[in-house]
């Protein structure tokens, strides 16, 4: 049978970043010798960008080593069989190795950033593949995963709209070969049209069905946007497609299945194995590394989650250019890619046209947003950076891999509630989120990571035996965490006075905010000024090292505290950060009770699970947070090893940047309503 699917376009360029493994085209498949498959071509050679990008995938489905050009033996890998490069080769008497899209796709799939499955043949036969093991039918029918899932959820009144009379109308599903372009579609619907003579149709299919004019009958209506199919299968009378092979989803929902292409009907295991055994193979979407099918179906399940979670369009407000790449991914759904703005006015008209979501970068928020949204009933969330970041700090404009998206206010600011002070405060932690929680605390521990993993290591560093060791971590002093949550204690100065007074006979150890010693950010003291209080300025240093030698840490509202505190560490706080008043750290400030104790694997799980979004900045996809370690901990590992993780010229032009550009773009800024809002927040 022949089996044709839409190509996936190819894919968004990386994220800028230290974010590469082996070669950096990608995370290094195993070294285990992938095994050589029946009727795979000893060689093959890629014959454009987009099989190259594959190279992962097909060496380990097919075992085939790369080669030169049109060497001796050696195959040219094609996308697809009806690529210009497939043409070609048939011409030349070497058919080529047809690589194409596998039936089950995550809705941020492409070839550059990695598919879940692949169809390969050659000499038109499958290459590899294998008879569906366990019941990958049921789980496919069970999660509703069909093609490329980039489908919302459900239909909702469309679907009702269409089926709600009776008799039900028949699908004509586009879908395989007859939606590989408007003019096949219609052709179909033309037969089944004349076929049918007086029955109700409806048009529809996994990715819309465009081109199709509603007035080829008055018996006919067009679902133009994407469906699940899985949805129509249960409510049309029957369902037509163009070849059997299309067919396999209607047949296994049990629905009265007719292909007009003619042929005899094959039995539902025949026409399933077709589907997905001959030729398909399936990758972890993330690493490229093959995986059993079942393993497949659950990434998938898990991505699509995330893409229909978007169930409105994204309107940004205030994202820097360099910063959007990510962000994009964060926000793609069903219902388009994010539209920036930056301006109240802007993003108010986006999000009425498209019915959208307002999401603002918090330190650039206009000051009228938050009005203008509740006057037209726009919903309005503020984004930060996570927890787990990068390597590298945001400041010298390296990328961020995870998120907050907050609806209520944002954990850096206490002048209002937060989305992450009401989870913690009102959710129940079950047992076993307690306990994946706890495994992440230990193992970002174990790993060595930070939010970002910058910092010489402290091993030269000789420090005293038997002495108690103070930490007291340098703030952005413009942080809106430092101006609104730490009220007696509001500067660097002060911290440190208040950090001796408190610990008169430790070996206090005082560590500039990396922002502030590379000269981006304020909040510097002259040295002497700051050894007259502390006993050692330990600038430049990584965190975590610093974590492993020291006792106490004493802060204002730095995440430094957060990390401390699960290292095990005692943590007195002078503000009010999203970490103080659970009954884990000595608060300092006035009004800092939460009225509830927390476990510290319960902070952890709001704090690092519940609550960011993460993504993959290999793979270009939204992640876990275990899974974001892996990438952190390469990264670091290929990073320069300097205080910043940057090399001197990077360091140089950034301080150029924030010297002389950034005053003349935010009087720019200022100039069409856009004004710059107090500083991030824990740094």
């Known amino acids: 049978m022949n089996c044709a699917n839409n190509p996936v376009p190819d894919g968004a360029a990386r994220l800028a970043g230290p974010w590469t493994y082996g070669n950096g085209s990608g995370p290094e498949p195993s070294r285990r010798k992938p095994e050589m498959q029946p009727n795979a071509p000893p060689a093959y050679f890629a014959t454009g960008p987009t099989v190259a990008r594959l190279r992962t995938e097909i060496e380990a489905a097919t075992g085939a080593r790369p080669a030169r050009a049109w060497s001796a033996g050696a195959a040219g890998a094609v996308w697809g069989p009806a690529s210009p490069a497939a043409r070609l080769l048939d011409r030349a008497g070497r058919p080529g190795l047809v690589v194409g899209p596998g039936p089950l796709l995550s809705p941020y799939d492409n070839p550059a950033t990695g598919m879940a499955s692949l169809r390969i043949g050659h000499r038109g036969a499958p290459v590899g593949g294998q008879v569906p ?35 039900a109308p028949a699908l004509v599903l586009a879908d395989g070969s007859a939606a590989a372009s408007p003019a096949r579609l219609r052709a179909l619907v033309r037969r089944v049209l004349a076929a049918r003579p007086g029955e109700r149709l409806v ?175 726009l919903p309005l969330a503020r984004v930060e950076d996570g927890f787990l970041r990068s390597v590298g700090l945001g400041a010298s404009l390296q ?66 035996e038997g002495k108690r060791l103070v930490l007291v971590p340098g703030q952005v002093e413009d942080d809106a965490s430092v101006m609104y949550g730490s009220p007696h204690v509001r500067s660097n100065r002060e911290l440190l006075r208040a950090a001796r007074a408190r610990n008169p006979d430790a070996l206090i150890l005082f560590k500039p905010h990396p922002d502030v010693e590379a000269g981006f950010r304020p909040g510097a003291i002259p040295e002497a000024e700051a050894l007259a209080l502390a006993d050692r300025i330990v600038g430049g240093l990584s965190i975590v090292d610093l974590l492993d030698r020291v006792h106490h840490v004493e802060t204002m509202t730095s995440l430094a505290g957060f990390e401390a505190l699960i290292r095990g560490l005692t943590v007195a706080v002078h503000g009010r950060p999203f970490y103080a008043g659970w009954g884990l750290t000595e ?46 901990s390469a990264a670091r590992e290929a990073a320069p090893r300097t205080a910043l993780s940057i090399g001197r010229l990077a360091l140089l032009t950034m301080r150029a940047r924030y010297a002389v550009l950034n005053p003349i773009v935010r009087h720019l800024r200022a100039r069409r309503g856009v004004n710059r809002g107090p500083g991030g927040g824990q740094r």
């Open 133 to 167: 093991a366990g019941d990958l039918a049921g789980a496919l029918r069970r999660l509703r995963l069909y093609g490329r899932n980039r489908f919302p959820p459900s239909a909702g009144v469309t679907l009702d709209d269409v089926f709600g009379g009776r008799p």
């Open 587 to 632: 608060d300092l400030a006035p009004s800092a009770d939460r009225g509830r104790r927390l476990g510290l694997d319960e902070l952890v799980a709001g704090a690092l699970i519940l609550y960011p979004l993460y993504l993959d900045p290999v793979a270009n996809k939204p992640c876990t947070p275990e899974r974001l370690l892996d990438r952190l």
């Open 399 to 464: 990328p961020g891999a995870s998120i907050v998206v907050d609806d209520h206010g944002i954990y850096y600011d206490p002048r209002r509630e937060s989305g992450l002070s009401v989870l913690l405060k009102r959710s129940a932690f079950p047992p076993d989120l307690v306990a994946r929680a706890a495994r992440l605390r230990e193992a970002i521990v174990a790993r060595r990571l930070s939010k970002y993993n910058v910092g010489l290591d402290v091993s030269a560093l000789d420090l005293p």
């Open 203 to 377: 048009v529809a299919g996994p990715d819309g069905a465009p081109g199709i004019a509603r007035d080829l009958s008055s018996r006919l209506a067009v679902l133009s946007d994407p469906v699940n199919p899985w949805l129509l299968f249960e409510r049309a009378a029957r369902v037509y497609v163009d070849r059997w092979e299309t067919g396999w989803g209607a047949r296994l929902a049990g629905a009265e299945t007719v292909c007009l292409g003619g042929g005899e009907a094959p039995s539902d295991a025949a026409l399933f194995v077709a589907a997905f055994g001959a030729g398909v193979h399936y990758f972890d979407p993330w690493t490229r590394r093959p995986v059993e099918a079942a393993q497949a179906l659950d990434h998938v399940a898990w991505l699509r989650d995330r893409f229909a979670g978007n169930d409105r369009r994204i309107v940004y407000v205030g994202v820097s250019g360099w910063k959007r790449p990510a962000l994009d991914v964060f926000a793609a759904g069903p219902h388009g890619p994010p539209i920036h703005t930056m301006s109240a006015e802007d993003a108010v008209a986006a999000g009425i046209l498209h019915q959208a979501r307002i999401r603002v970068w918090a330190t650039r928020e206009p000051a009228h947003l938050e009005a203008r949204c509740t006057e037209v009933g």
